[in-house]
């Protein structure tokens, strides 16, 4: 079998980790350098920080494209018109020993002659999710601006004296009679 071109030292120090010795096994070097480089994809990479969301306010497409991709996110839907472009990416997080959870990014481009506006909307159903972008925004400087409620949502703004954020926590009836809460973060330019 033809050896793979990666430093020795790399798998003599992950071999005295493991307990194993990958040089004399190259299988099992292939399965555990496929593992080792996909991990983070599959761990840290679907949620969406607030930092990232209050970036992507100013990318260009491509660089939001790029964005969403590295996270896993796929372009689910891409429409435009002589003044709007609107775009929608979803990830679907599957765990064999947890829940599986859908997030979804959705932003629309406005362009009317000197007018240029985006509007971004993050969405997620893991609640332990949405309690760590609060803490984040609290952490940021967000203070609470408004509370109001409106059909089913709760909606609360947030202001930290450059860009406010929406936050709408919506009870969702399904089919099956289920509620389903969703958390939605608004916020644009």
Same mark, same amino acid.
């Given at each position: 079998? /033809?050896?793979?071109?990666?430093?020795?030292?790399? %798998?003599?120090?992950?071999?005295?980790?493991?307990?194993?010795?990958?040089?004399?096994?190259?299988?099992? =070097?292939? &399965?555990?350098?496929?593992?080792?480089?996909?991990?983070?994809?599959?761990?840290?990479?679907?949620?969406?920080?607030?930092?990232?969301?209050?970036?992507?306010?100013?990318?260009?497409?491509?660089?939001?494209?790029?964005?969403?991709? =590295?996270?896993?996110?796929?372009?689910?839907?891409?429409?435009?018109?002589?003044?709007?472009?609107?775009?929608?990416?979803?990830?679907?997080?599957?765990?064999?020993?947890?829940?599986?959870?859908?997030?979804?990014?959705?932003?629309?481009?406005?362009?009317?002659?000197?007018?240029?506006?985006?509007?971004?909307?993050?969405?997620?159903?893991?609640?332990?999710?949405?309690?760590?972008?609060?803490?984040?925004m609290l952490s940021a400087g967000?203070?609470? /601006?408004?509370?109001?409620?409106?059909?089913?949502?709760?909606?609360?703004? %947030?202001?930290?004296? =450059?860009?406010?954020?929406?936050? /709408?926590?919506?009870?969702?009836?399904?089919?099956?009679?289920?509620?389903? &809460?969703?958390?939605?973060?608004?916020?644009?330019?």
């Amino acid at each position: 079998m /033809k050896e793979i071109p990666v430093p020795g030292g790399f %798998f003599n120090i992950m071999s005295a980790a493991i307990g194993f010795s990958l040089q004399k096994h190259p299988k099992m =070097k292939i &399965r555990f350098l496929v593992i080792v480089t996909l991990l983070p994809v599959f761990i840290f990479c679907q949620e969406l920080s607030i930092s990232e969301m209050t970036g992507a306010l100013n990318m260009d497409n491509f660089s939001v494209d790029t964005m969403m991709k =590295k996270k896993g996110y796929r372009l689910m839907q891409k429409d435009a018109d002589s003044v709007s472009t609107q775009y929608y990416y979803s990830n679907l997080e599957r765990n064999e020993e947890a829940p599986t959870w859908v997030r979804s990014l959705s932003y629309i481009d406005v362009n009317l002659e000197n007018i240029k506006s985006r509007m971004l909307t993050y969405r997620t159903y893991n609640r332990d999710e949405y309690l760590k972008l609060m803490s984040s925004m609290l952490s940021a400087g967000y203070k609470t /601006k408004e509370v109001f409620d409106f059909k089913e949502s709760k909606h609360t703004v %947030f202001d930290n004296g =450059k860009i406010p954020i929406r936050v /709408k926590v919506t009870n969702n009836k399904m089919e099956t009679g289920r509620m389903i &809460r969703s958390y939605e973060f608004e916020l644009g330019r």
